[in-house]
Structure formats: C-alpha cells, structure tokens
C-alpha cells in the first residue's frame, strides 16, 4: 500500500506520478517482485510526511504497476492503472512498508440500464461538455474519449478525475458504491462548478476590461508626459511637491497648521496626476500657501494726515470723523487693534462706505469689502467642508488672500440685512469674526486650520440698529452717522459733486455754470433724502442734458438758474410746506422725521355737535392715535382750568386730520401738537403760525423727550417757522444743529402742555 499526497486515484483511470518516501519505496519494490499490483490510498492530510495508519483513507483503489522510472535524487516515476475499489481490512505490517489486507470491491456493471441511469448519465455528460468548454484547466478532447463510455460506473469515476475539486470530494465519490447515487453526486458537484466557473468568468472579464482601461490610461498619461517634455511643460509631482515644502517652510507656520499641510502634501505626492482628489488637494495646498500668514501691511498712522483725507473726502460729518480719529489714536498707543468694532449707522448716500475707504487710505491699508444684503448661507463666512464638490474657503479667508496682506481695513457693508435659513445662520457666524477674543483663531471650514484675524480692522455699515441681532449688535460700537443739511448739501454738490459729474460727462467747467440758489432747488424740490445719492443723480442728468446741446449746437457756456431749471429737468418733483396765511384756530405745526430728513406736519382739528365720538384720519399709526386719546383724557382732567364745558366729550364730536391722508403716518412726537389744536378748537383760540413743535405727552400733561431734534428743526427753518417748542429733556440736541440755523430760530424748551400753551396761543 502507498498512501498518495493531494492524488485521488480511480478505477479505469491511468496515470503517472512521483515517490520518494522510503516506505512507498520499498512497498513498490516489493509490488514488482511479486503480482505488481499496490493498493493506493489517499491521505487525510497531505502535510503529513510519516504517515500512521490512521492518516489515510481506508477506502481507495486496487491498480496494476505499468512502468516504473528511476529519477535523479532518489524519487521514483510510476505509471499505474487503477483496477477496482478497495477496502482496507486490517494492516499486516507498517515497517518497512504498509502492506495491507484489502477487500475488493468492483462495480456491478450490468448491460441493462435503468431508465433513471440513463437520464443521469446524459444529465452528466451535457454538464461535463459545458464544465470543459468553460473551465481553462480541463483538456477539451477529452470529452470525445468519456462520452463513448457505457458503464455508469466508470463514466461517473472518470468525469470526477477532471475535475478540479477538493481531495475530500473525490474521495466521497469513490467511497459511493451505489452508482445512482455516484451519478447524482457528481451531477450536482458539476453544476455547482459551473455556476462558480461563470462567475469567475463574469469578474475576469470586468477585471480585463478595467485593466485594458487602465493600460490605455497609461499609455496615454505617457504619451501626454512626452508631449509635455518635447514642449518644455513638464512638471513631475515630487518637483511640486518639493515645491510646496520649501514655501511651507518659508511661512514659519505654527506647528501643529504645518504638519497638517506637511501631511496632504505628503499624501498628493503618493496620488496619481489624474485622480479626482489629488486636484482637490492641489487646491487647498495651494489655499493655504497663498494667504498672508506673516505678510502684513506697514501702517502708519499719522493723524494730522489721516485728519486731513476724512476732510478732503467728505464734508461735515464733524462727530463721526471725531470717533475714527479717536479710534486711530487708541490704535497707534496701544500698537494693537484690539478694541470696539467701528459700526456706522445711518441712512443710505451719506456716505458711510466711502468713509472706511478712507480710513483705509489714511492708515495705508488695504481695503476689502464683503456686502451682507442677502447672505443666507452661514458658508459664505466660514467656508465650505471640504466634503463637499468643489468646496472653497469663506469669503471672509477669500478676501484676506485678495488682500495679500493679514491686516487689511475690512468692510462689512449692510450687516443689517443679513438673513437666515437652512443652510445656517451668517450672523452668528459672524460672532467670531467680530469679537477680538475669539478671531485671533477663527476656524474656516475649508481650511481647518485657525487663522489669526486679530490684526484685522473691521468696520461694519448698517441702515438701522432695529434689525440687528442683539448679540452681534453688542460687539460693536454704533456711530450714527445723520443726514445732511441743505448748506451741507450746497457744499457737497459744489465741492465735490459737480466737479466730479463735470469731469466725467467731457465737459470743460467753463461749459458749465450751476449757481448757488438753482443747487438749493434740487435739493429742495427734486430730491427727498438724507444723503446726497439722488443728487449726484440730478447733477449727472444737467451733465447729460448740457452735454447734448455742446454737440448738437455746437455752443459752449451754458448757465442753468432756478428759472430755466425746469426746462432741464421737468416738473419739481416734490414741494415743501411753507407757512402762509393767518393764524387759525384748530391749526397747528408739528416736526416729524422720516428716513429721508425732517418734515413740517401740519395738524387740523374741528369740533361739532355730536355724541363723543373722535375721528382720526389722515392713515395716523398706531402711536398718533393713542397720543390723540392721551391728549383728550389730560384736557378732560383740566377742562375747569381751561374754561371748557365739563361734558364736551359727551356733546361734541372731535375730528382730527392730518393733510396728505395717502402717506402713512406713525410716531411719538406729535402729542403735545394733537394736544394743542384741540385746545385751541374747544376754546376757540387761534394758534400762532410762526411756531412748530414736538414731543410725547403723558396724562399728566407732562411733555416727554423725542428724536431727530436736527432733522425737524431743518425742516421748520425750511418752512420758514421763526420759533420751534421743544421738549426741556431735549436741550442737549440743540447743539448739534448747524451754528447758522440756531442764529435764525428761537428756541423754547418746554416741560407740560402749560408752557406749550403760553407760547402758541394767541392771547
């Protein structure tokens, strides 16, 4: 007996194959001195060198020794026909050699066949012929030799040794004597070979196909790299990456920021040229090699200089050039920008942008710019992840690297205008910009890696306070910047307005000639507004018009006066009230202020027979009415004093109206003027038409502080009022009235009703 390693020999089956064991020797040896026949036996495992009679199987195949061939190195080259199964029954020796007592077991090969044999024997051979044209192992011809076998025996033993199957398998094949059952075990072995034979076919074809794909990416990338290098374009990626480390190391970066770097730029080096995420590392190494990390702006800050170009820019605005130049003191002393974040409020054209311009000019900065209006998106302040297809930095970071330098003047223009929704909310991202405590290392999405905003000067813009949210609001300074007055207004559009419109239409300034008194009209009738904006416009449209006549007629200096204004212009666009007439009873003159400066309000009031009721017209808001209410309740707690009938709310309807009913009204400075016209209508006494006033009442008669004190009193001196009543708590507002409008005007403070009555009744 020898016992095979990894070999399954069948009945009917020839084949060669290689000893060397001494035992297996010796027994074939002895095999050929006597009847050359050998028992060979499959082993259980085919590691095992020195085997025992329990490493092998006991059931195996009787062959007949054919030839024999001695090899160099000792080993044996055996040929052997296998003759029939066999059975070990009991082993009569082990050494020098296994010699065993073996029961032969041979098929019982009768010439008819079941019709269940038959069928398995063709379902055998229909599956053999598709395994052979398959598998890549198994030799086609073989087919033409088995399929002419008769017995189901042997066709079963000789199919199995073809297959390429566990040991284990083949060994339960031989070990089945029952044929029907053999069949039906090699049927099912074949077709589960099949199905893994065309799956592996499936996965080679995918695998072929994407190594095709990839060598023809090769062999493109290679002709490309040829290209490249015939034209001189070559750029290799360690060439770049190199490229990049020697920059990293040049920007002394902190670091735990210049092993991240360090990091991707290791990581692009081991990519190829041609992956999605090798140019998504390309962008943000090169991002972040480009921002101004140590670069920063020489700033000095001479504020005689900087004194001298807020002056030059802009005119008036005495306050808010005050604060900036403060500002800059504080700034240049303590070498550091730590501090208030500078936020300019005020109405649109007066010129709040253009001031931070300026301040960037007098400190020698750079400026950048960032519009709030409309940002719903919290990624345009700190970036996109960079999860996310084509991920960018933040605009904040963006404008920092257009910049170039880390200590630009950094403009957030319309922050009030600031939205929110899904996608996060900008203003609280904004928190960390803003507050000196947190930006020195602000944490970009993009970047993931802090960067130091400290140096950065930041200056806000806004139209009102009211939307602003309350934190953000708290990080900054608020500095209001008002309307101008009509002088301003002359002295913008002749010093700076008109030269500018002029030079930019062609237009020599002898061409040209806009008088004093024809600027005064469009401001008053063709512009409504507290900044300068439409007026530029206007400006720009005599430009247009006189530059028309210059080419068509061929004539130059052309004058424009109040007189021919309107044949440049049309029609006056809007009027302002003046005070006319006599004094009326019932009639009185109240300030407001809207977003576009001050206006003169004047109120009517009548009384008739009636059953109490009060009519309020003239669209009045919500305040107005309640003011009215708290007027008439205060005159019906000093009726007696008044000499008025006691029960006149109960007698007598009061209709209060205020003119142009189409515009809303609304607002808490008209109390003590409803107040007064309805005195003045239930005792029957004129009101004097050269006083205006304003200010809130209370039930007790008290008048209470209001503001836009400047806007309305420039309006009262534009409607040609001579004295203005004022609250007394509104004192301190006075002095911020041009020096010229105060010599023009009396003032009288006022602290009840009583003292509004003294003056504005007529005795």
């Given amino acids: 007996m020898i016992p095979l390693r990894g070999l399954t020999v069948f009945p009917s089956m020839v084949l060669h194959f290689d000893i060397g064991r001494e035992k297996s020797i010796n027994a074939l040896e002895k095999a050929m001195i006597m009847n050359q026949q050998i028992f060979l036996a499959t082993q259980k495992d085919e590691n095992t060198d020195l085997p025992t009679i329990n490493d092998f199987y006991h059931v195996g195949t009787i062959a007949k020794i054919k030839?024999?061939?001695?090899?160099?190195?000792?080993?044996?080259?055996?040929?052997?026909?296998?003759?029939?199964?066999?059975?070990?029954?009991?082993?009569?020796?082990e050494v020098p050699y296994f010699k065993c007592r073996v029961i032969a077991t041979p098929d019982d090969e009768s010439e008819e066949l079941s019709t269940k044999t038959s069928a398995l024997m063709r379902a055998g051979l229909a599956s053999f012929e598709e395994y052979l044209s398959i598998s890549v192992k198994a030799p086609k011809d073989v087919f033409?030799?088995?399929s002419s076998i008769s017995q189901p025996g042997r066709l079963a033993d000789l199919i199995t040794s073809h297959l390429s199957i566990r040991a284990e398998?083949?060994?339960?094949?031989?070990?089945?004597?029952?044929?029907?059952?053999?069949?039906?075990?090699?049927?099912?072995?074949?077709?589960?070979?099949?199905?893994i034979l065309n799956i592996e076919q499936d996965i080679n074809l995918k695998l072929k196909n994407a190594i095709n794909k990839h060598q023809k990416e090769y062999y493109l990338r290679e002709q490309l790299r040829v290209i490249q290098d015939e034209l001189g374009q070559t750029e290799d990626v360690e060439d770049e990456a190199d490229s990049w480390n020697k920059q990293l190391k040049k920007l002394k970066l902190p670091a735990k920021t210049a092993e991240k770097v360090s990091k991707e730029?290791?990581?692009?080096?081991?990519?190829?040229?041609?992956?999605?995420?090798?140019?998504?590392?390309?962008?943000?190494?090169?991002?972040?090699?480009?921002?101004?990390?140590?670069?920063?702006?020489?700033?000095?800050?001479?504020?005689?200089?900087?004194?001298?170009?807020?002056?030059?820019?802009?005119?008036?605005?005495?306050?808010?050039?005050?604060?900036?130049?403060?500002?800059?003191?504080?700034?240049?002393?303590?070498?550091?920008?730590?501090?208030p974040i500078l936020c300019l409020v005020g109405p649109p054209g007066v010129g709040k942008t253009s001031i931070a311009k300026s301040v960037a000019r007098a400190i020698n900065r750079d400026f950048v710019r960032m519009?709030?209006?409309?940002?719903?998106?919290?990624?345009?302040?700190?970036?996109?992840?960079?999860?996310?297809?084509?991920?960018?930095?933040?605009?904040?970071?963006?404008?920092?690297?257009?910049?170039?330098?880390?200590?630009?003047?950094?403009?957030?223009?319309?922050?009030?205008?600031?939205?929110?929704?899904?996608?996060?909310?900008?203003?609280?991202?904004?928190?960390?910009?803003?507050?000196?405590?947190?930006?020195?290392?602000?944490?970009?999405?993009?970047?993931?890696?802090?960067?130091?905003?400290?140096?950065?000067?930041?200056?806000?813009?806004?139209?009102?306070?009211?939307?602003?949210?309350?934190?953000?609001?708290?990080?900054?300074?608020?500095?209001?910047?008002?309307?101008?007055?009509?002088?301003?207004?002359?002295?913008?559009?002749?010093?700076?307005?008109?030269?500018?419109?002029?030079?930019?239409?062609?237009?020599?300034?002898?061409?040209?000639?806009?008088?004093?008194?024809?600027?005064?009209?469009?401001?008053n009738y063709y512009t409504r507004e507290s900044g300068v904006r439409n007026l530029e416009r206007e400006i720009a449209n005599l430009c247009r018009k006189v530059a028309r006549k210059i080419v068509t007629n061929k004539e130059k200096n052309y004058r424009i006066t109040p007189k021919n204004l309107e044949s440049y212009l049309g029609k006056k666009k809007y009027r302002y009230d003046i005070v006319q007439g006599e004094n009326e009873i019932g009639v009185t003159t109240g300030l407001a202020w809207t977003i576009v400066g001050g206006d003169t309000l004047f109120i009517e009031t009548t009384c008739i027979p009636g059953s109490g009721k009060l009519v309020l017209t003239g669209q009045l808001g919500e305040v107005m009415q309640e003011s009215a209410k708290a007027g008439i309740s205060y005159i019906r707690s000093i009726a007696g004093k008044l000499g008025v009938a006691e029960d006149f709310y109960k007698t007598q309807d009061l209709h209060i109206h205020i003119p142009e009913g189409a515009t809303p009204k609304d607002g808490p400075s008209a109390g003590v003027t409803m107040c007064t016209a309805i005195i003045s209508t239930l005792t029957n006494t004129p009101v004097r038409k050269d006083i205006a006033m304003t200010g809130e009442i209370t039930l007790r008669g008290k008048v209470l502080p209001v503001g836009g004190i400047r806007e309305k009193v420039l309006a009262a001196h534009r409607a040609g009022i001579t004295k203005v009543l004022l609250p007394a708590d509104n004192e301190r507002d006075i002095e911020d009235i041009p020096a010229n409008i105060r010599k023009k005007l009396e003032f009288v403070l006022i602290k009840t009703v009583d003292d509004a009555l003294e003056h504005a009744l007529v005795k």
């Fill in 67 to 93: 030839q024999m061939l001695k090899l160099p190195g000792d080993s044996i080259r055996v040929l052997v026909e296998g003759v029939s199964r066999g059975e070990i029954k009991d082993v009569v020796l």
């Fill in 144 to 146: 033409s030799s088995i």
């Fill in 169 to 195: 398998e083949k060994q339960e094949i031989l070990e089945c004597y029952d044929i029907d059952k053999r069949l039906e075990r090699v049927n099912e072995i074949l077709i589960r070979e099949i199905e």
């Fill in 265 to 339: 730029i290791k990581r692009f080096s081991k990519l190829p040229p041609s992956s999605a995420e090798s140019s998504v590392i390309r962008t943000y190494v090169e991002t972040i090699l480009a921002l101004p990390w140590n670069k920063s702006a020489k700033s000095n800050i001479d504020l005689k200089k900087a004194e001298k170009i807020l002056n030059t820019d802009h005119y008036g605005l005495e306050k808010v050039k005050e604060r900036v130049l403060e500002y800059l003191a504080v700034v240049q002393l303590s070498n550091s920008i730590k501090g």
């Fill in 371 to 523: 519009s709030l209006g409309g940002v719903r998106d919290e990624a345009e302040i700190r970036g996109h992840r960079r999860t996310y297809i084509g991920a960018i930095p933040g605009r904040v970071i963006s404008s920092i690297k257009d910049a170039g330098t880390n200590n630009p003047v950094f403009l957030f223009d319309e922050v009030d205008k600031i939205g929110a929704d899904f996608k996060g909310d900008p203003a609280s991202a904004l928190l960390e910009v803003l507050d000196p405590e947190q930006n020195k290392d602000f944490m970009d999405h993009y970047l993931e890696i802090p960067f130091d905003l400290s140096k950065v000067m930041f200056i806000t813009t806004a139209n009102t306070i009211d939307t602003i949210p309350r934190p953000l609001l708290d990080r900054m300074e608020v500095i209001h910047v008002t309307g101008y007055t009509e002088e301003e207004k002359v002295n913008i559009a002749e010093k700076y307005l008109i030269p500018k419109k002029v030079k930019e239409h062609g237009i020599k300034p002898t061409d040209i000639s806009i008088s004093e008194t024809t600027i005064r009209d469009l401001v």
